[in-house]
């Protein structure tokens, strides 16, 4: 049977996220939340033009999707981000009680696991989902940064 | 020489922050950002009346406190809040290079220390202020609810 939606499609689309992010300026990182095969929250990387730490895809992503769903628990849905979530991202995944967190790109030196941050106990984890095209896009920009610097 | 505002000064309204939280049946955590003697940010826990996680009194306070500064990162600035940080927060303030973080009662359960939520290192640390007071209301505030369901 045909499966179109999968952890790939799904990665994808934060994908087009992160590609707004670049093309914005910003940290490309792009994050989707889905609920029964569902995007029920898009979000890119928005630090620079908000002026505000706190503005990582994920952190708008969870708000964007308790704001959809009427409820601050995102038990049954599934976050797809770009790159391994930070302390803080992982500290918000931890309080929503997500079911699943699926990333792309690992972070050895931000990232909630090199950090230690706890995820919630009933949190699923997934690395490594386009993993390469996850990178890639953060390499590109720091590259083209530090060419134009 | 008078040195009214220190740090039991400022505490005292982040404590105001938290009683309003009570009031609104919130877990009554308050916080206040504060640069040059200067309350730049007030904020109190809101995650149940907007269904978000990411509310905490800090993220709101962190958030308005860059607004107010035009810039994300928030050094010469220090936070007051009644309540020991959590993983998501203590990231957040990690991100956002603030000088001093001032807390009142200690949170052996969910709080960053107890977490290992790293901080930033030029972070300056206090703790104990008002701790009685602020761990007062929270007590208060469960019994209450306790006995209301």
Redesign the interface.
């Given at each position: 049977m045909l499966q179109p939606f999968d952890d790939t499609y799904f990665m994808k689309k934060a994908l087009q996220e992160a590609e707004i992010a670049y093309d914005m300026g910003e940290v490309p990182v792009g994050a989707v939340i889905v609920v029964q095969n569902r995007i029920i929250a898009r979000a890119h990387n928005l630090?620079?033009k908000?002026?505000?730490?706190?503005a990582h895809a994920e952190?708008q992503a969870?708000?964007a999707a308790?704001?959809f769903?009427?409820?601050?628990?995102l038990h049954d849905c599934t976050l797809y981000v770009t790159l391994e979530p930070?302390?803080?991202?992982?500290?918000?995944l931890?309080?929503?009680q997500i079911s699943k967190v699926v990333y792309g790109a690992s972070d050895p030196q931000r990232g909630f696991k090199a950090?230690?941050?706890?995820l919630h106990p009933k949190t699923k984890i997934v690395n490594g989902v386009l993993k390469d095209d996850c990178s890639e896009i953060i390499k590109r920009f720091f590259i083209a940064k530090r060419n134009f610097n």
């Open positions: 630090t620079e908000l002026h505000d730490v706190t952190m969870i708000t308790a704001n769903l009427d409820g601050k628990y930070c302390q803080m991202c992982g500290g918000a931890f309080w929503s950090m230690g941050t706890r």
